[in-house]
């Protein structure tokens, strides 16, 4: 990798994974403290709820991403490169860009809610599903959807990497956004649960549901952000190395 490749990556990473865990101190601090629990200020640092300063920035590492992934095709198709599913980079584009979308306005979420009172209207096997993750049903319709993203992605940039050669730093970024993606599902997969199964599990951890629950956002929305953020990391570097590779599009050493 390029002196300048590894200086903006690293810069970058370092840079959002900094505000990440400064959101994530604060918001801990504010949820745990008595003297701030339930007012304003707890609210707008608050992970697990919308259209606050860690959603606005967990939207802007999305956008972020989007962004990072059309660069990587522009580029690929300004040096001409010989390798096939160029339009991919523009579908992970439009993926991470829904995605920065979603987080603001939480429509993952108000479809799962329409969903489950369609699916107890009509008593299916769906209805008996979302009986499993109650408290998140949007599990139900998005979970494969999601798993088969984080694989594609993996594969394409698998490919791309053996395609290039030595640039195997975007595809160790992407393992490590597909990792820290899938332990944050397993966190929303606990919260989801009916609150007995919630119980038997806090149990195995000799504490109890509230505390587990909170502990569990946190690593969550942690998680997911900073997965984004190697998600991120990972076009940046692709992009970055591979117009350095060609002189008319050098950025530099």
């Known amino acids: 990798m390029p002196a300048s490749t590894k200086k903006l990556v690293l810069t970058l990473a370092v ?15 504010l949820s745990f403290s008595p003297y701030y629990q339930n007012n304003w200020l707890a609210a707008a640092f608050d992970m697990d709820e919308e ?25 690929e198709m300004k040096v001409q490169l010989k390798a096939r599913g ?54 139900i319709i998005y979970l494969i959807p999601i798993l088969i993203v984080l694989l594609g992605i993996l594969l394409f940039i698998n490919s791309r ?14 393992i490590a956004a597909v990792a820290a993606y899938a332990t944050a599902l397993n966190c929303e997969l606990y919260q989801a649960m009916p609150m007995n199964q919630c119980q038997t599990i806090a149990s195995w951890f000799k504490t109890d549901v509230e505390w587990l629950t909170a502990v569990t956002v946190v690593c969550e929305e942690f998680l ?24 008319r599009l050098s950025v530099g050493e």
């Open 15 to 29: 840079g959002y994974a900094s505000v990440l865990i400064v959101l994530a101190l604060v918001h801990v601090f």
């Open 51 to 75: 259209c606050n300063i860690p959603s606005w920035f967990a939207s802007i590492t999305w956008f972020s991403a989007a962004a990072a992934a059309a660069i990587a095709y522009f580029i």
């Open 86 to 139: 160029r339009l991919l980079w523009l579908a992970i584009a439009s993926v991470f860009m829904a995605a920065s979308v979603d987080e603001v306005l939480s429509l993952h979420e108000q479809t799962g809610l329409m969903a489950k009172h369609h699916f107890e209207t009509t008593n299916s096997v769906a209805s008996q599903l979302t009986d499993t993750v109650p408290f998140s049903p949007w599990l």
């Open 161 to 174: 990497t053996r395609t290039l050669g030595s640039r195997r730093t975007a595809l160790i970024l992407v």
């Open 224 to 247: 997911e952000t900073l997965g984004t953020i190697f998600f991120f990391s990972a076009f940046v570097a692709y992009a970055h190395e591979l117009a350095s590779s060609f002189p």
